[in-house]
């Protein structure tokens, strides 16, 4: 069995091996923000990652990315995240561009990932375990539906049993108030004598 398994892991790994792609390079068309400082890219091979920072408002960095997605028919939708902004695009790769505004100054990251191929994607499909919400609600079967006799029979004791409990903690729902103690020289109470 041990052989077995190992066996399996040797060949996946030798099939990832040899069917890795070339590293994803981002867009040409896709220029940096003018002024900006870029740190290195750092590159793995499904996706490239570019930190830039610069000294502008975000209205101009944000006219900028406009103006490039426009010129390839992108569509161009900025979208606030709670930190900054972030713009998403479609086109040689999947573009995530993350602007974040501190102190006057634009910290980006541009993240340009492989699009799946059209066989990638149907495999995945096809080998991904299919959704389910988050929250399932279950019903309980009412006694009477599609249930055996037996099954009625035996939630209908446990539903009445359940009711005479309830019956018996009701004592418990009524208010305590102890009997006051009877001072010499003070009449008694009705109902404390």
Sequence with gaps: MRIRRGSIVLLAVLAALGCRAAPVACPGWLTPYPGAAADDPVARPTWIEISFSAAAGMDEVASH?????????????????????????????????????????????ITCAVLPDASTAAASAATAPAETP????????????????????????????????????????????????????????????
Excluded: W
Aim: charged residues 35%; contains cysteine.
């Design 134 to 193: 988050n929250r399932v609600v279950r019903r309980r079967e009412r006694p009477g539906g599609n249930m055996d006799a037996h099954t009625r029979k035996v939630l209908e004791e446990g539903e009445a049993a359940h009711r005479k409990r309830i019956q018996k903690q009701a004592v418990f729902d009524e208010p305590v108030r102890p009997k006051r103690k009877k001072r010499s020289g003070e009449p008694a109470a009705p109902g404390n004598q």
């Design 65 to 109: 990315y406009r103006g490039l997605f426009e010129s390839q028919g992108i569509p161009f939708v900025l979208r606030p995240d709670g930190l900054g902004v972030t713009i998403r695009g479609r086109r040689e790769c999947d573009l995530l561009i993350a602007l974040r505004e501190s102190g006057g100054r634009i910290s980006g990251r």
